[in-house]
């Protein structure tokens, strides 16, 4: 269609012309900018008779209205963006400063993911493990069925075909989302790649993921993500909050793709990816796992310090990695997203100045603090509150209350990071040396190790342990154990998640190094001992170094450990004394940490591979 020209005769009507479109000539020739305009606008765009015949048969239970089908065009975006501006789901922001942004306030009860409510329906709970909540398929499917009956009346129902990665990737998989949400048409349209590439990435196969969403009447009671992992579906009602009701991100690209991923002999993990070049000019790629609203995106957008010349650090994502071993025994990553879907508060131009960048156009805010004459705020922002500032919840805003929420969001293509990697469409991914895992540790955890072999990483990443944050409902700054930081996300039981882990090692003749970190241990007067942000660089070196051989390390109980003269300071404002004690492995806390990873292979008992119960005997008697 791009540069089409439609002829128009004298008299003829032109039905849809998008509002701001210049008809400045007539003379029954009209040359259209197609961007601007989509003639197809909501109608159906596939004649694929397994996604025809399931939208039908959805329609018949949702009872929407219309149903609208999305084709990712400019003139869709334009058109949709108006009616939420109309409905109130987005306000414009101030055209000037934020060219393109909408703010969303969420409804005050749906803020954050509810884990709680999150389930994986197997045939049998065994399959879908201790830490995940079940129930029978046939059950979930009934109750669900039963509250999605008759729920899009009077609305309209938005087909959205995208893809999570590249075009024309092995790895690349294909969703259909069903949802009655004009806030998730347009975040999904940011996060995925929505339109015909997912049509002709599927061809004549029926292996897409079929989701559906509901808004319901967006009430607790009547909130369940529910995940059927063997027919390839999610439904996801009473939400409109990112994590719940994008179903390509943590429903698709990690439950169901973790479930996948076994059973096709590749990798889901909610991992970052970022290039680091060298001033040769010599890229090497890590993937790391953090907890949500651990600092992924900081980490994925990190700009080295000023000592640092000549390296940069480039993203290819900031919150997802699909793997798999490539023909040379390498492990091969792509990010299956398109866009970020950001924690917001803290973020400024001295955190991560590229996801300022990234946010400052096309970008979808949710509970952000906002003025009436739209422009934004939230706590760390870089410059002071404006005058009349609301709060997330559009109250006017008093000093020492919350202005933004602590879970407010930034969706913004990924196109607008200016470091973005350019291998970032590769169909093939990208090689990843080293991985990375990390929690959020007041005590016990030093900032940086290296694990003995692929074996004792399994175990230092199944033994990850965090505190909780904003990201999901429940105890904030409570030490949990996140195995991989995959404990909300793994679409099956987590003692047989270790054991696909373990055995992905046959098929990597060059594995990976793994490595954990922690950039968040306090002394005992309650301060921070490591800066972090982009001073990260200087363990992240150490990293890449260790992955490239150029660099020795200390053996200790824990595992490899850098000699602190190997962690370049240069430039760095910094009190030696305080490196040394966040390095410290302190065997009395050791002891209690031990302890507490019980608590988790306790309850996989029946299901842990034998391999982490030596680790756990090896570690013990190191110590
Ligand atoms: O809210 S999301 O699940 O999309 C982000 C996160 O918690 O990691
Ligand atoms: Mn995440």
């Not at 999305?70 to 058109?79: H, Y």
């Not at 109250?395 to 969706?411: I, L, V």
Request: glycine share 10%; with cysteine.
């Amino acid at each position: 269609m791009e540069g089409a020209t439609v002829r128009v005769s004298p008299g003829q009507t032109i039905r849809k012309v998008v509002a701001g479109t210049m008809i400045n000539a007539y003379d029954g020739r009209l040359n259209l900018n197609i961007d601007r305009i989509d003639l197809m606008l909501g109608k159906k765009n596939t004649d694929h008779p397994a996604i025809s015949a399931w939208v039908e048969k959805t329609a018949e239970l949702c009872q929407p209205d219309q149903v609208f089908w999305c084709s990712g065009s400019e003139a869709e975006k334009q058109s949709l963006t108006d009616l939420a501006v109309r409905q109130g789901t987005l306000s414009p922001l101030d055209r000037k400063k934020w060219p393109g942004c909408y703010l969303h306030r969420s409804n005050p009860n749906d803020v954050a993911r509810v884990e709680e409510l999150t389930f994986i329906c197997t045939a049998s709970q065994e399959e879908a493990g201790p830490t995940n909540h079940w129930a029978p398929p046939a059950e979930m499917y009934d109750k669900l069925h039963r509250l999605a009956h008759g729920a899009m009346k009077g609305r309209t129902m938005y087909v959205v075909p995208y893809l999570m990665g590249p075009p024309g990737s092995p790895l690349t998989k294909v969703g259909i989302e069903l949802t009655d949400s004009v806030y998730v048409v347009l975040s999904m349209r940011v996060m995925a790649r929505v339109g015909a590439v997912a049509y002709e990435h599927l061809g004549q196969r029926n292996d897409f993921n079929r989701g559906l969403h509901c808004m319901l009447d967006i009430h607790p009671e009547r909130r369940f993500i529910a995940h059927f992992p063997q027919d390839n579906a999610i439904i996801s009602v009473g939400s409109n909050y990112g994590g719940n009701v994008l179903l390509g991100k943590k429903c698709l690209a990690l439950r169901i793709g973790s479930y996948l991923g076994r059973r096709e002999g590749w990798m889901a993990e909610h991992m970052l990816i970022l290039g680091v070049e060298d001033p040769q000019g010599e890229k090497t790629y890590i993937a790391a796992a953090f907890p949500s609203a651990c600092g992924k995106t900081n980490f994925a957008m990190l700009i080295p310090p000023k000592h640092f010349e000549g390296w940069k650090v480039w993203t290819v994502g900031d919150d997802i990695a699909w793997m798999k071993p490539g023909a040379d025994g390498r492990l091969f990553a792509i990010n299956p997203e398109a866009g970020y879907f950001g924690v917001v508060p803290g973020t400024n131009f001295r955190s991560n100045p590229n996801a300022m960048l990234s946010m400052q156009k096309d970008t979808i805010f949710t509970n952000v603090a906002a003025t009436a004459g739209g422009d934004i705020w939230w706590e760390g922002k870089d410059e002071e509150p404006p005058e009349g500032l609301l709060d997330w919840q559009g109250r006017p805003w008093t000093k020492g209350e919350k202005a933004a929420h602590p879970n407010s969001r930034f969706c913004a293509p990924m196109t607008n990071n200016p470091a973005l990697d350019r291998e970032t469409d590769n169909p093939n991914g990208v090689p990843i040396s080293g991985i990375i895992f990390g929690g959020r540790r007041a005590t016990t955890m030093p900032l940086a190790f290296q694990a003995f072999n692929w074996i004792h990483g399994v175990y230092v990443g199944a033994t990850m342990g965090s505190e909780m944050t904003a990201a999901a409902v429940g105890t904030v700054g409570q030490v949990r154990r996140d195995p991989m930081a995959m404990l909300p996300f793994c679409g099956y039981n987590l003692g047989d998640y270790f054991g696909h882990w373990l055995k992905m090692r046959k098929n990597l003749q060059k594995p990976p190094k793994i490595f954990q970190v922690n950039w968040f241990r306090k002394s005992a007067s309650g301060e921070f001992l490591w800066p972090g942000f982009g001073e990260n660089m200087r363990i992240l070196k150490w990293i890449v170094d260790r992955c490239r051989g150029r660099v020795g390390a200390d053996e200790t109980p824990l595992g490899w450990m850098p000699d602190p003269s190997d962690i370049d300071l240069g430039g760095l404002d910094y009190e030696k004394s305080k490196l040394a004690e966040a390095f410290k492995i302190d065997v009395e806390d050791w002891k209690k940490e031990v302890l507490a990873q019980d608590e988790l292979f306790i309850k996989l008992h029946s299901d842990l591979p034998m391999e982490l119960h030596f680790q756990r005997e090896l570690l013990i008697s190191r110590l």
